[in-house]
T-cell receptor, first 113, second 117 residues
């Protein structure tokens, strides 16, 4: 069965420091991987995706993610965190059957000044 | 580009009434739309997948007679919560996937907060 795991419920980072939000996946075949961000009482905003090609994917708002096939990971990163980055982050993999997204449980990122 | 809207953004209704939520893709044609439910501090739970012009496919455990989904056009899908009860109170989010370039990406609406009294 395909699945996504975000091992950290919460990540705390000081403003200006680099941040990493972890994601591991389990799929059969080549994965289609996504990161979304959710601000309170809002829908999800698309950040970036990996389909094929370069393992380092650059997305919106200065975020990037590194696809690592051997470790089955797709960690989200940003070199310098902003207070406004504080939000709930979801990693997702596209189901190879029907095309629906399978979400991780979410990681709450808190960036303090 | 790739904007999805939802209406209403919030709704309060009495128990036993029905509520309709609209999901629109504003600048692209959405061959597939998805409806999710989200509880506080939790991940999204997929309720159903709808393809334009055909019946929705519901996830296991979701009552299709209670959560009616219609995807009558390439830009509009509706979710009707029939005979709503307090346990149906939740945050409902739709997403849409297009028919052209970038079809692997789902774009999400801002969500609808439903409160059933």
């Amino acid at each position: 069965a395909q699945s996504v795991a975000q091992p950290e419920d919460q990540v705390n980072v000081a403003e200006g420091n680099p941040l990493t939000v972890k994601c591991t996946y389990s799929v059969s075949g080549n994965p289609y991987l996504f990161w979304y961000v959710q601000y309170p009482n809002r829908g999800l905003q698309f950040l970036l995706k990996y389909i094929t090609g370069d393992n380092l994917v650059k997305g919106s708002y200065g975020f990037e993610a590194e696809f690592n096939k051997s470790q089955t990971s797709f960690h989200l990163k940003k070199p310098s965190a902003l207070v406004s980055d504080s939000a709930l982050y979801f990693c997702a993999v596209r189901d190879t059957g029907g095309g629906k997204l399978i979400f991780g449980q979410g990681t709450e990122l808190s960036v303090k000044p | 580009g790739a904007v999805v809207s939802q209406h209403p953004s919030w709704v309060i209704c009495k128990s036993g009434t029905s509520v309709k939520i609209e999901c629109r893709s504003l600048d692209f044609q959405a061959t597939t739309m998805f409806w999710y439910r989200q509880f506080p501090k939790q991940s999204l739970m997929l309720m159903a997948t709808s393809n334009e012009g055909s019946k929705a496919t519901y996830e296991q455990g979701v009552e299709k007679d209670k959560f009616l989904i219609n995807h009558a056009s390439l830009t509009l899908s509706t979710l009707t919560v029939t005979s709503a009860h307090p346990e149906d109170s939740s945050f409902y989010i739709c997403s849409a996937r297009g028919a052209t370039e970038g079809t692997d990406t789902q774009y999400f609406g801002p969500g609808t907060r439903l409160t059933v009294l």
